[in-house]
Nanobody
Framework: QVQLVESGGGLVQAGGSLRLSCAAS????????MDWYRQAPGKERELVAS???????TDEDSVKGRFTISRDNGKNTVYLQMNNLKPEDTAVYYC??????????????WGPGTQVTVSS
């Protein structure tokens, strides 16, 4: 049974920092790429950052230079360090993994999300 559990969200002033964590279980964590998505009220869910099984990270232009994704395979945990937060970063942040189940099909798993609110 795959489980993703996010933590670390909260209320912070603009310019502040938060570190999100996502603890994974039920998967071969070290073999899977992991992602962080976010969804603001009234908007579609969007990709924030990704990290491959080998540790190569990518992030979207809107957070480039401010957010850093990392992973600790020994703890089955992926992190999102968020610095210089802006009010437009306010959203529910979700951890995501896509598992290949056959050569032609995959399954997406999501955590329940953690709320990040940035006040101006």
């Amino acid at each position: 049974q795959v489980q993703l559990v996010e933590s670390g969200g909260g209320l912070v002033q603009a310019g502040g920092s938060l570190r999100l964590s996502c603890a994974a279980s039920g998967i071969s964590f070290s073999r899977n790429a992991m992602d962080w998505y976010r969804q603001a009220p009234g908007k579609e869910r969007e990709l924030v950052a990704s990290i491959t099984s080998g540790g190569s990270a990518t992030d979207e232009d809107s957070v480039k230079g401010r957010f850093t994704i990392s992973r600790d395979n020994g703890k089955n945990t992926v992190y999102l360090q968020m610095n210089n937060l802006k009010p437009e970063d306010t959203a529910v942040y979700y951890c995501h993994v896509q598992i290949r189940v056959t050569s032609t099909s995959t399954v997406d798993y999501w955590g329940p999300g953690t709320q990040v609110t940035v006040s101006s």
